[in-house]
């Protein structure tokens, strides 16, 4: 099938960034090889550098593989292969140094350049060789320090490449011979347990009577790492800078071939968008993009006909969302105006009773100070609940609450509501589907309202049954009725008002949270009333899916 030019247009633009890509991709690579290649063969096999996996795998018939041998020599050093019970079994080298030492020994064990590896089962631990250690103790040997250096141990010095310095109490240098080194301070004998390679000389000192007697020689395995580190940086740097150079200049080619067929429709978005961030939705005029004869984006375009599509797309959103953000804004400043006309009376109430707590004209007793805090409290708790019920209301209007329903049986839901004043009565096993909570707030609101009313010798009845779309919630109170003004506006906000002085309790929003939920349930709520009490039916559908 012949590609349109919209395609072809799209294939040629993602080919050059593709390739443009690969390249990009291949210099890093390329950079990053030679980096590590250049600071593998300056800083070499440095045993400290290698990690707990490494040695998975390796050991076979508790014998150390031949590489580690190989290691163990490069680096100075010996490999000791230790069971779960610090019993040796293997080691590289000669002779087993750790061999006769006791577990304690062991446990205790912290040598210069010492490290230890957990895998398999097995324990590797690795003992850098001490070579000014054995030095110092042969050459002690042949020459106490209160007497002029021997020849003899100059000679063993001498075929050892190695120093001796003896410092007094003062620690001012007494004796030196060897290699003309400067002289250490005290901190320059604290060992240094770990880096190996990156100590240029490796000293041991001890004292013998009143003198301290230090030997130096220069680290064999000496190969400090920033001198390599540098360099190899440097040709990354260099090699970096060359690639991207002829990026760029592939770039600046490739943004010419394509900039005619880009900048003009990215000029008429840019153009939209201005209009649209300042409120004017009308489409601009542009001869450049569209066909006058037609109207219609022209061929070469035509690929921006789902951009162009989606800015009408938006356009008329933001209309929409105009007129929303108003309604909104409406409904925010109702709330705020019904928020502050109900907190005002309770509110008036604690500072009333608070300035006069805090009057000093009058000593008031401990009865009356009680009688104010329990009105405070109450009226404290009662803009408490009012201000969660105004927020569940407004949430509910808004369609901010999410129903989790479910088909359940409603006995489970009812043995919670039963109470001496509360009869239940249920026909047979009756299943709902809504979600329990929110069942739960509607037959609270309900059953506390119809308790409020009924005089406490009188029973409120709950009645439950079910048909085969519906299922059917009674409520009857033996109350003096509602009057067939207020019936009619039930189950509107604040019907009853938020009159706070009086002894009614609740904050008036109960019955309208329970219309809300009801209405998100699909379900109906109706009322009837007489002088001899007042009856709420409530019918939830079932299986409704939404």
């Not at 900048?263 to 569209?290: C, G, M, W």
Request: aromatic share 10%; glycine share 4%.
């Amino acid at each position: 099938m012949k590609l349109t030019s919209s395609r072809r247009l799209t294939f040629q633009f993602i080919a050059h960034f593709i390739v443009f890509y690969l390249i990009l991709v291949a210099s890093i690579v390329y950079s990053i090889v030679i980096f590590l290649l250049i600071i593998n063969k300056e800083v070499g096999l440095n045993v400290h550098s290698k990690v707990a996996f490494e040695f998975e795998g390796i050991v076979e018939n508790d014998k150390l593989p031949k590489e580690l041998h190989h290691l163990a020599e490069e680096n100075l050093g010996q490999f000791y292969l230790l069971n779960d019970h610090l019993d040796v079994l293997d080691y590289t080298g000669a002779s087993c140094e750790i061999c006769a030492y006791s577990d304690e020994e062991l446990l205790g064990l912290e040598t210069q350049g010492m490290q230890k590896w957990q895998a398999d089962g097995y324990t590797f631990l690795f003992l850098y060789k001490s070579l000014p250690q054995e030095i110092l103790e042969t050459v002690l040997t042949m020459w106490h320090p209160s007497a002029p250096l021997t020849d003899q141990a100059k000679a063993y010095l001498k075929t050892q490449q190695a120093a001796v310095d003896v410092y007094d109490k003062q620690w001012d240098r007494i004796l030196t011979w060897g290699a003309s080194k400067k002289s250490l301070s005290k901190a320059d004998l604290l060992d240094e347990n770990y880096e190996i390679f990156e100590m240029k000389e490796l000293t041991q000192s001890k004292k013998v009577g009143d003198v301290t007697v230090v030997i130096r020689i220069d680290n064999p395995q000496y190969q400090p790492f920033d001198q390599p580190f540098t360099k190899a940086l440097l040709t990354l740097l260099v090699s970096f800078v060359i690639t991207h150079v002829l990026l760029i200049v592939g770039v600046v080619l490739f943004s010419l071939s394509i900039a005619r067929k880009f900048v003009h429709p990215i000029i008429y978005v840019i153009e939209r968008i201005q209009r649209l961030a300042s409120f004017n939705y009308d489409k601009p005029k542009n001869t450049k993009l569209y066909d006058q004869s037609t109207g219609k984006l022209k061929r070469k375009y035509r690929l921006y006909e789902p951009i162009d599509a989606s800015l009408d797309h938006l356009s008329q959103r933001l209309v929409s969302n105009e007129r929303q953000i108003q309604h909104v804004q409406q409904l925010r400043d109702e709330w705020i105006t019904g928020l502050s006309h109900d907190l005002k009376t309770p509110l008036s109430s604690i500072l009333g009773y608070s300035a006069m707590l805090a009057s000093k004209d009058y000593e008031w007793s401990k009865e009356e100070v009680q009688a104010f805090a329990e009105t405070m409290e109450e009226k404290a708790n009662y803009m408490d609940a009012l201000i969660q019920d105004l927020t569940y209301t407004y949430q509910l209007k808004n369609r901010a609450i999410i129903l989790t329903k479910d088909t359940f049986d409603v006995k489970d839901l009812l043995s919670v509501q039963q109470s001496l004043r509360v009869q239940v009565e249920m026909e047979r096993d009756v299943t709902v589907y809504a979600d329990p909570l929110a069942l739960k707030r509607i037959l609270d609101n309900l059953l506390c309202n119809a308790l409020q009313y009924t005089p406490e010798e009188k029973d409120v009845k709950l009645h439950v049954t079910e048909t085969k779309t519906h299922t059917i919630f009674t409520i009857t109170d033996q109350g003096e009725g509602i009057p067939q003004e207020k019936l009619d506006n039930l189950f509107e906000r604040y019907y009853r008002g938020t009159n706070t002085t009086t002894n009614v309790t609740g904050t008036g929003l109960g019955l309208a949270i329970t219309k809300q939920l009801i209405d998100l349930h699909q379900g109906e709520i109706s009322v009837k009333s007489s002088n001899k009490g007042t009856r709420f039916t409530i019918q939830l559908p079932k299986n409704i899916s939404w």
